[in-house]
């Protein structure tokens, strides 16, 4: 079902070849492919006026992307959306296709570029989807002519979590997605883990970021076996010999060997290896890398 009450990073981040292993899309040499049509295809409008809410709740990201928001297909919540500023002529295309094309180019969004099919046409705009099981995982509305706009270009865009993109996609970027006790994967709003910066000097370094229940504000952990973050940025030192609290609770997520564990103090989450347990301290609030 396309959702209607509950969206993903919102009112939740592949080539052809992925298209056409994950949603029935045969081969192609551009962004986009011809494919099998969705069992479901959006049928509301394809233009939304949209509004200029900020923040990343699901409300905020569904107003702020429009038709494309609305023609997502998400497990979980809405995770990016919105909608493009104006460019000069020339910077448009002259064919819908190129139109998104225009979109990548301009917007350089954290997603597949290619293995998208056309859902929906409409005299003056396209909607173009990424699918995975036959389901919307990114929208793209692109538009002919609009003010400030001249030519075929984005109009609104919307994505689901990137742990419901396909793994082809994911490994190649900075998300590590875990897995849950079902062996299903995780939003990266719930859980994920990254690498440290390397122009802070930091790649030596992991983060870890644990969203908050019910949508509030979560908690960033780190992993610094080198001590290589300044001082005063971690709650506590980093532990990589630690004892398991009587206390933890094994979360269930695990990625690659590693399983999270969690106790009621929240300045450390337990890591657990086939080597042993790991504190990795919190973040103090406002720290990060410029």
């Known amino acids: 079902m396309r959702m209607s009450g509950t969206y993903g990073r919102g009112a939740a981040a592949a080539a052809a070849v992925l298209a056409a ?59 990016a959306g919105g909608s493009s500023g104006s460019w000069s002529k020339g910077d448009g295309g002259g064919t819908p296709e190129e139109g998104l094309t225009a979109y990548f180019d301009m917007e350089e969004p954290d997603v597949p570029r290619s293995g998208y099919r056309v859902e929906r046409r409409d005299a003056d705009r396209v909607l173009f989807s990424y699918d995975v099981g036959l389901r919307t995982k990114v929208a793209v509305v692109v538009a002919k002519d609009q003010p400030g706009r001249p030519g075929w270009g984005p109009e609104t865009s919307a994505s689901c979590d990137p742990a419901e993109l396909p793994a082809s996609f994911t490994d190649k970027g900075p998300y590590e997605i875990w897995t849950d006790s079902h062996g299903d994967r995780v939003p990266v709003t719930t859980l994920s883990t990254s690498g440290g910066p390397a122009h802070c000097g930091w790649q030596q370094t992991r983060f870890l970021e644990l969203g908050g229940e019910s949508g509030g504000a979560g908690r960033e952990y780190a992993r610094d076996p080198h001590g290589v973050l300044p001082p005063g940025m971690l709650a506590a030192p980093y532990d990589g010999d630690a004892a398991m609290p009587a206390g933890a609770r094994d979360t269930g997520y695990h990625r690659q060997g590693e399983e999270l564990w969690t106790t009621s103090d929240t300045s450390r989450v337990y890591v657990r290896t086939a080597h042993g347990v790991e504190a990795w301290p919190a973040v103090t609030p406002g720290q990060g890398c410029e």
């Not at 099998?36 to 709740?57: F, K």
């Open 21 to 79: 292993t994950a949603s029935g899309c045969g081969h192609g040499t551009g962004p986009v492919v011809e494919g099998t049509a969705p069992p479901i295809p959006y049928a509301g409008p394809l233009h939304v006026a949209v509004s200029a809410a900020t923040g990343d709740d699901p409300a905020a990201l569904l107003a702020a992307s429009g038709a494309a928001g609305r023609a997502l297909e998400c497990t979980g919540r809405i995770y």
